[in-house]
Nanobody, 125 residues
C-alpha cells in the first residue's frame, strides 16, 4: 500500500525554521518527482516546491518562498524534506507532499497521484 506521511510541523516564531519530512512507504520516492503544497482554510492548494526523480537535477521553488525554502531527498531513508527558514506568519498553512512523474507542471495539484495527509505549520509570536 502506497503511503506518504508528513511530519515536522508545529508552532514556530517568525524568523524561525522548521524541516518537514515526507516519508514514503510502498513506493520508492527516488523514482518520483515529489512536490510540496500548502493550503489555508478556504483556499486551494498552493505549490511550494518540487524535487525531480533521482535521475534528474535541480529543484523548483515557488516565488513566495524562494530563497527561504529548499527541497531535498534522502534516498536511504526514502524521505523528502522541505527546509523552511526565515518563516513568516503568511507561511502558516497545512503542508502536504505528493508524488508525480516530473516537475514540469509542478505547481498543478491535479498532476499529482499520491498525497499525504498533511502537517500543520503555524508561524506566530
Amino acid at each position: 500500500q502506497v503511503q506518504l506521511v508528513e511530519s515536522g510541523g508545529g508552532l514556530v516564531q517568525p524568523g524561525g525554521s522548521l524541516r518537514l519530512s515526507c516519508a514514503g512507504s510502498g513506493l520508492s520516492l527516488d523514482t518520483y518527482a515529489v512536490g510540496w503544497f500548502r493550503q489555508v482554510p478556504g483556499k486551494g492548494r498552493e505549490g511550494v516546491g518540487c524535487i525531480p526523480s533521482i535521475n534528474m537535477r535541480g529543484t523548483y521553488i515557488g516565488d513566495p518562498v524562494k530563497g527561504r525554502f529548499t527541497v531535498s531527498r534522502d534516498s536511504a531513508k526514502n524521505t523528502v524534506y522541505l527546509q523552511m527558514n526565515h518563516l513568516k506568519p503568511e507561511d502558516t498553512a497545512a503542508y502536504y507532499c505528493a508524488t508525480t512523474g516530473t516537475c514540469w507542471t509542478w505547481y498543478e495539484p491535479e498532476e499529482y497521484e499520491h498525497w499525504g495527509r498533511g502537517t500543520q505549520v503555524t508561524v506566530s509570536s
